[in-house]
């Protein structure tokens, strides 16, 4: 069926340092990809998303890359700062309009 | 626009009460999902409607759970009886096309069953 592994469970940087996050899917249909950011008690936002026509997208410090043939993506977070710190999820759907989560990962930002 | 709409935001109860969790989604939005979220199994979809219809609900738990969407603007998720593994976040979320449009989650219901 349908899986997104995410990794790493948790990751610790200091700040202005660089953060990664990867994925990889398995629905090899699957064409649209969000990551979303969860602050603690609250909702899960949309920080960034890619399509599967494009390769990379970036958004001041936030990029996603895409990576079709592999089967996998990545956030990247540049000049972390502490209010970056949440648990951030990637996602990956295919045209049956599910999104299937990842597991999440914990990103500490030290000051 | 005033987002997707949950309530109530917390609840408490005791097992074997009926919970009622509700949502009303951005107006214009075709779909509407309901998630759950634990520590344990992440966020996991329940169940989600296009126009109103369910259209998958192979992540409903069991048949304690069912929801419904009466209209455009408004859908129930409702767990009879309650138990205590039940205790999580429920999420509602809202999409105006499924197709390589993002989700739009609720501040969630946080649920205690006691």
């Known amino acids: 069926g349908e899986n997104v592994e995410q990794h790493p469970s948790t990751l610790s940087v200091q700040e202005g340092d660089s953060a990664v996050i990867k994925c990889t899917y398995s629905?090899?249909?699957?064409?649209?990809f969000p990551w979303y950011k969860q602050e603690l008690g609250k909702r899960p936002q949309l920080i960034i998303d890619i399509r599967s026509n494009v390769g990379e997208k970036k958004d001041q410090r936030i990029a996603v890359t895409l990576n079709k043939t592999a089967k996998h993506f990545s956030l990247h977070i540049t000049e972390t700062q502490p209010e970056d710190s949440a648990v951030y999820f990637c996602?990956?759907?295919?045209?049956?309009?599910?999104?299937?989560f990842g597991q999440g990962t914990t990103l500490q930002v030290k000051p | 626009d005033a987002g997707v709409i949950q309530s109530p935001r917390h609840e408490v109860t005791e097992m074997g009460q009926e919970v009622t969790l509700r949502c009303k989604p951005i107006s214009g939005h075709d779909y509407l999902f309901w998630y759950r979220q634990t520590m344990m199994r992440g966020l996991e979809l329940l169940i989600y409607f296009n126009n109103n219809v369910p259209i998958d609900d192979s992540g409903m738990p069991e048949d304690r759970f069912s929801a419904k969407m009466p209209n455009a603007s408004f859908s129930t998720l409702k767990i009879q009886p309650s138990e205590p593994r039940d205790s999580a976040v429920y999420f509602c979320?809202?999409?105006?096309?499924?197709?390589?449009?993002?989700?739009?989650f609720g501040d969630g219901t946080r649920l205690s069953i006691l």
């Open positions: 979320a809202s999409s105006f096309d499924s197709l390589n449009q993002p989700q739009h």
């Open positions: 629905d090899s249909a699957s064409n649209y």
């Open positions: 996602a990956a759907s295919s045209n049956t309009g599910k999104l299937i």
